[in-house]
């Protein structure tokens, strides 16, 4: 795909990217001022070694995958199809062909896409699900970002490209920082991020998207599809009737959500936030609270450069430096049966192909390293997947784009 979802292409980086040193100790490097993060104040917990087993391949650039109940597997492939895996197979016939109704993707470097696909949560009754795609759009705006509501034919799997209802589109001045996540939470609303916008630094405006709640940019929304046409507003959301606020809005400060997630166990929303040019973050994101995004990068000060006021912020429960990586994937808290080890472990990864754990100790949370058997090596990980059983499944692509048709999907299985 590309390195995820992050304008990387700057001339200040050299032919793989000036990737900046890490310190455990405050100090100041590049105009910013850097704070012992809370998850690396423990040792690191032990190394986990499993093993994948591929369940799918031929894929172009798979970004999102869900389970209809029914033994297959829809993916999302990046250009615009939902491909079909039965019984072990990639049908050659997609569900759902949506290049009808986006922009053309790029063959290299490209955020924009089909990024994400989610299930009603009455699914099995009512035949919906929803999707998240990049549109054309006019004026000054770069293309528009789309979430859509499609439904399975009474007597068939059949879908018409055209039957689609829109739930949201939201106009974006650049072609990057998309978001592109959606899933439903425990309370049957559904949940969408976007990013700030794109380019560089959140540049909108005085105190850019992220912060501003007049707009839906660099959020994390929840919307109500059962209720009026296209959406209405839960009456408990944060900012439901409060002047300049946008209803939608469940939390923000926010760079570029591209992976969130809910803990089948616990109900918690895990969502990976990627950095700009230093620091990947996690966080646990809660009702109205503020992720900091412009004025932080991770829990480092970023605009203003030096003395930014934290307060009110709510801090990642874990960030790394871009000695590890420069794009950070969301997973999964682990709630299957099939990997013990992982046990109520959130299992995330960077797009370089590095994967991670967090694991809760005490008031705090450690990250430790996965290993990753029978894979080939220097694969890109896309995303995420979890099917109703808990299990995990890894999208992978050895491109940066998804220009061939070289992407996986994995399933994380016992070593």
């Not at 986006?102 to 009603?120: A, D, P, S």
């Not at 967090?358 to 990250?367: A, D, N």
């Not at 099917?387 to 299985?413: M, R």
């Amino acid at each position: 795909m590309k390195p995820l979802f992050r304008y990387k292409y700057s001339i200040k980086r050299n032919a793989f990217f000036m990737l900046i040193g890490m310190g455990a100790v405050m100090f100041v490097c590049s105009s910013y001022v850097f704070h012992t993060p809370k998850s690396n104040s423990a040792a690191e917990p032990p190394l986990i070694t499993v093993k994948v087993q591929q369940i799918s391949a031929n894929l172009q650039s798979p970004t999102a995958l869900t389970f209809p109940g029914n033994g297959d597997i829809w993916v999302t492939e990046q250009p615009g199809k939902i491909r079909v895996i039965k019984d072990g197979k990639l049908l050659d016939e997609p569900l759902l062909d949506l290049r009808s109704k986006m922009l053309k993707v790029n063959k290299g470097y490209e955020e924009r896409g089909l990024l994400g696909i989610c299930l009603h949560p009455q699914f099995k009754s009512n035949k919906k699900f929803y999707v998240f795609y990049s549109a054309n759009t006019t004026g000054k705006f770069n293309h528009k970002d789309v979430v859509a509501e499609y439904k399975l034919s009474a007597n068939s799997d059949a879908i018409d490209p055209n039957s689609g209802r829109v739930i949201l589109a939201q106009d974006k001045p650049d072609g990057n920082h998309d978001g592109g996540c959606i899933q439903f939470g425990r309370d049957g609303y559904l949940y969408i991020s976007f990013g700030d916008g794109g380019g560089q630094g959140d540049k909108h405006g005085e105190i850019g998207n992220g912060q501003n709640l007049s707009n839906l940019l660099g959020k994390i929304l929840r919307v109500d599809v059962n209720g009026n046409t296209p959406y209405s507003i839960p009456k408990n959301n944060p900012f439901a009737g409060k002047k300049d606020a946008a209803p939608e809005i469940w939390a923000y400060g926010f760079r570029n959500p591209y992976r969130f997630s809910f803990d089948k166990a616990s109900g918690q929303l895990f969502a990976g936030d990627v950095g700009q040019d230093l620091w990947e973050e996690v966080d646990i994101v809660t009702k109205g609270a503020n992720y900091g995004w412009r004025l932080t990068e991770g829990t480092h000060c970023y605009n203003p450069a030096t003395g930014c006021d934290i307060k009110g912020i709510t801090m990642p429960i874990a960030e790394y430096s871009h000695t590890e990586g420069i794009s950070v994937i969301g997973g999964y808290v682990y709630n299957g049966k099939q990997v013990p080890v992982l046990k109520s472990k959130y299992v995330f990864a960077d797009w370089v192909g590095k994967v991670f754990y967090l694991q809760k100790s005490g008031s705090q949370w450690q990250r430790g390293k996965i290993t990753f058997q029978n894979i080939p090596a220097n694969l890109k990980i896309i995303g995420f997947g979890e099917d109703p059983a808990g299990e995990v499944y890894v999208l992978t692509n050895s491109d940066t784009g998804p220009e061939n048709a070289n992407g996986s999907i994995y399933k994380i299985v016992k070593n």
